[in-house]
């Protein structure tokens, strides 16, 4: 148990900073534009190419978490991006800008493939609780970083501050995961980079001793390729989801500055707007502790994604149409039910993949809701700029209409698992049913 909390609050923390640095940028984005001279367009291309590969690099990082070890993927992300920071905040043109932010986007993919797959292999018992944490903390980081941003302008006189506080606190953080000693998982030494990508269990391979759960790579020989069909719809769960996430979360001001009157008639409506904003969506902390804890308490936690997109959906629906206070309360209805849905997934995404392939799991999960999800801010801007943003609100709960019923299809599919057999001649797909 001892063991099992280390993991779960390591990586807890790791989603805290992670969310932290992805979050900075919309906090500084106006002193970014006015001290270095670069337009909006600029610094919106740079953030989605930051965003975009935020969510493409989960996928190898996935593969090489299960290959090379969760603890040691999670300390690798945890440098790169305090390097990265440091970068950013000493950047002294756009272009120097562009590249380190896109460095600090890609070690920040690291962290949910890597970490997500060291609790689900780590965590035996309340596997639910502690997925619930690590969304708890995610979402402290993803609420606490526009205000800690602010509040380094505010003491410092420039955005740079953000950056490099954020950069040092990360070096800190990698000093504790280089340190900490997980059992059953290998270390990241910064004196042998020979070690850094190393397959993990090879040097007790070479010793003539294999760890429980691992094989040498030469008695591994090609087989047939089985895939649970309830994962491929959870899959789909993850593109529509990722695409309600990053939309909400982007267009919540915006919806609250046109029709709260009390805002938009505010001689700082942008300010109170993302002071509303933040108040309902910390309310997911809420959401994320109880979508984990529930997993451990219920026979078949396939049910709890269809009752969170059961409600979502007409929330989203009635934030298109309503305003004033009704409009805050719908939207904390929705911010307090839908932030359970991420624990939630993840513990099913553990549930129907093998533990050896956790990592590629959600690798490919993280990279559906980051990098697909992100279509979202396109398709809200330009909904937002032609109809309104409530229009958009309404297409959201269309699409957590089509969650629901994908969450739904779950149930029956659970008893499938698709077979691939790979042949000299004509590959082999079929689908067989579980026999219990």
């Not at 992670?18 to 106006?30: F, K, N, R, S, W």
């Not at 292999?121 to 402290?140: F, P, S, Y």
């Not at 309902?280 to 529930?294: K, N, Q, R």
Request: aromatic share 14%.
């Amino acid at each position: 148990m001892k063991t099992e909390a280390k993991v779960v609050w390591l990586v807890s923390f790791s989603h805290f900073i992670t969310h932290g640095y992805m979050t900075v940028l919309p906090a500084v984005l106006i002193a970014i534009a006015a001290e270095q001279s670069i337009s909006f367009v600029e610094l919106g291309l740079i953030a989605n190419i930051g965003y975009f590969l935020y969510g493409l690099g989960a996928f190898p990082a996935g593969y090489l978490a299960d290959r090379c070890g969760s603890k040691k993927m999670i300390t690798i992300g945890a440098l790169g991006m305090a390097l990265s920071s440091l970068l950013v905040g000493f950047s002294t043109s756009t272009l120097t800008f562009g590249i380190t932010y896109t460095l600090l986007g890609i070690f920040a993919s690291i962290h949910h493939p890597a970490g997500v797959s060291l609790i689900a292999r780590r965590i035996n018992e309340k596997k639910g609780k502690a997925l619930g944490l690590h969304g708890v903390m995610g979402n402290i980081g993803l609420f606490l970083s526009p205000l800690c941003a602010a509040f380094c302008i505010m003491l410092f006189g420039t955005w740079r501050a953000a950056y490099l506080s954020y950069g040092l606190f990360g070096l800190v953080f990698f000093l504790i995961l280089y340190f900490a000693r997980v059992e059953g998982e290998e270390n990241f030494f910064l004196a042998r980079p020979s070690t850094w990508f190393r397959k993990a269990g090879q040097r007790a391979a070479e010793s003539g001793t294999v760890p429980a759960g691992t094989t040498p790579s030469a008695s591994i020989s090609p087989v047939p390729l089985y895939i649970s069909a309830a994962l491929l719809v959870l899959y789909l769960g993850s593109i529509l989801s990722g695409f309600i996430f990053r939309g909400s979360l982007t267009f919540l001001p915006a919806l609250f500055q046109q029709n709260i009157a009390a805002i938009t008639n505010h001689d700082q409506p942008v300010v109170m707007a993302g002071y509303a904003a933040t108040a309902v969506l910390s309310l997911g902390l809420i959401g994320a502790w109880f979508g984990g804890y529930i997993n451990d308490r219920i026979r078949h936690p396939e049910l709890v994604p269809i009752f969170i997109f059961l409600v979502s959906a007409p929330a989203l629906y009635y934030a298109s149409r309503l305003t004033d206070m009704r409009l805050v309360a719908v939207s904390g209805l929705f911010s307090l039910i839908y932030y359970a849905w991420q624990p939630s997934q993840n513990y099913l995404i553990a549930k129907y993949t093998k533990k050896s392939s956790h990592g590629m799991g959600f690798g490919l999960s993280f990279f559906l809701i980051f990098g697909m999800g992100s279509l979202a801010t396109t398709t809200g801007g330009w909904m937002a700029d032609n109809f309104g943003v409530d229009r958009f609100y309404a297409l959201m709960a269309i699409v957590a209409s089509c969650a629901m019923l994908a969450a739904l299809a779950v149930l029956p599919l659970r008893a499938y698992i698709l077979r691939f057999k790979p042949s000299a001649g004509r590959p082999q797909l079929a689908v067989n049913r579980i026999v219990e």
